[in-house]
């Protein structure tokens, strides 16, 4: 685990900064020291890694010894550019863990640039991966297209694409009498009349359109049925074939 030596300033303390040590990552020691009732929370200017924070703590402090106000406190008073410059120049065996501000201080700007350049490479790592991953499935998602159009190929020689035949007007209008939607509704309760004397004849009528409407469905259903069953591969690579294309769209227009 690492070990941190931290700067920190707090606007109720001006012209003070408190240089501490921690086991712990200096962000959550300013959670724990702005919960012990300060007016007002710690900033962080500074933090190092070290291999031993305590030994570094005293070393720290031995280098700001004549600006410390009490002995039996870690408050220094000097200002931060100051106490930076004084501690990277003195202190030995640390890195840079997180900086608030540089002051224009060689060290501090040397080590933003470093991290900049860092940040590039990886940027542009990551993007020539991303563009690699980008061309290797634009290249697979074209050989699926390829085998499954041969697929097409081969299913159209041995079976002809079935045609999905229309329901006409007179079929749709009995279907509509036998199905019970909206208007199918009035034919059912217009079937009851045949069970009444004074309404013989038209419940007769309306239990024929049930009739005739009924064949027509079954028809129908039949005729959809045969459909499916003839267009079931086809249907399966048509698709597929969709999909493939879809995502292809996809990743040709995206961004690299």
């Given at each position: 685990?690492?070990?941190?030596?931290?700067?920190?300033?707090?606007?109720?303390?001006?012209?003070?900064?408190?240089?501490?040590?921690?086991?712990?990552?200096?962000?959550?020691?300013?959670?724990?020291?702005?919960?012990?009732?300060?007016?007002?929370?710690?900033?962080?200017?500074?933090?190092?890694?070290?291999?031993?924070?305590?030994?570094?703590?005293?070393?720290?402090?031995?280098?700001?010894a004549k600006y410390?106000?009490?002995?039996?406190?870690?408050?220094?008073?000097?200002?931060?550019?100051?106490?930076?410059?004084?501690?990277?120049?003195?202190l030995s065996n640390?890195?840079?863990?997180?900086?608030?501000?540089?002051?224009?201080?060689?060290?501090?700007?040397?080590?933003?640039?470093?991290?900049?350049?860092?940040?590039?490479?990886?940027?542009?790592?990551?993007?020539?991966?991303?563009?690699?991953?980008?061309?290797?499935?634009?290249?697979?998602?074209?050989?699926?297209?390829?085998?499954?159009?041969?697929?097409?190929?081969?299913?159209?020689?041995?079976?002809?694409?079935?045609?999905?035949?229309?329901?006409?007007?007179?079929?749709?209008?009995?279907?509509?009498?036998?199905?019970?939607?909206?208007?199918?509704?009035?034919?059912?309760?217009?079937?009851?009349?045949?069970?009444?004397?004074?309404?013989?004849?038209?419940?007769?009528?309306?239990?024929?359109?049930?009739?005739?409407?009924?064949?027509?469905?079954?028809?129908?259903?039949?005729?959809?049925?045969?459909?499916?069953?003839?267009?079931?591969?086809?249907?399966?690579?048509?698709?597929?074939?969709?999909?493939?294309?879809?995502?292809?769209?996809?990743?040709?227009?995206?961004?690299?």
């Amino acid at each position: 685990m690492p070990e941190y030596i931290y700067i920190l300033t707090n606007p109720s303390m001006p012209n003070l900064i408190k240089v501490g040590k921690t086991k712990k990552h200096p962000l959550q020691r300013i959670k724990e020291l702005n919960s012990t009732g300060v007016p007002k929370p710690f900033k962080l200017q500074m933090s190092l890694i070290v291999e031993d924070c305590s030994a570094a703590e005293r070393q720290a402090h031995e280098i700001l010894a004549k600006y410390r106000v009490n002995k039996r406190r870690e408050f220094f008073k000097i200002s931060v550019k100051k106490a930076i410059e004084m501690l990277l120049t003195r202190l030995s065996n640390y890195q840079i863990d997180d900086i608030y501000q540089t002051y224009d201080i060689k060290e501090l700007c040397e080590e933003i640039t470093k991290r900049n350049e860092k940040v590039l490479q990886e940027h542009l790592r990551l993007k020539k991966e991303y563009e690699s991953q980008r061309l290797n499935k634009i290249n697979q998602i074209k050989k699926e297209i390829y085998i499954e159009k041969q697929k097409l190929e081969v299913i159209s020689r041995l079976h002809q694409r079935p045609l999905k035949k229309e329901s006409s007007g007179i079929a749709t209008f009995f279907i509509c009498c036998f199905f019970p939607l909206p208007f199918g509704w009035l034919v059912w309760l217009g079937g009851l009349g045949g069970f009444d004397s004074k309404t013989f004849h038209t419940g007769i009528f309306c239990i024929t359109l049930l009739m005739i409407g009924y064949f027509f469905y079954r028809n129908e259903r039949k005729n959809d049925k045969d459909f499916e069953n003839k267009n079931f591969h086809f249907k399966e690579i048509d698709e597929r074939l969709y999909i493939l294309r879809n995502e292809l769209e996809k990743l040709l227009s995206s961004d690299t």
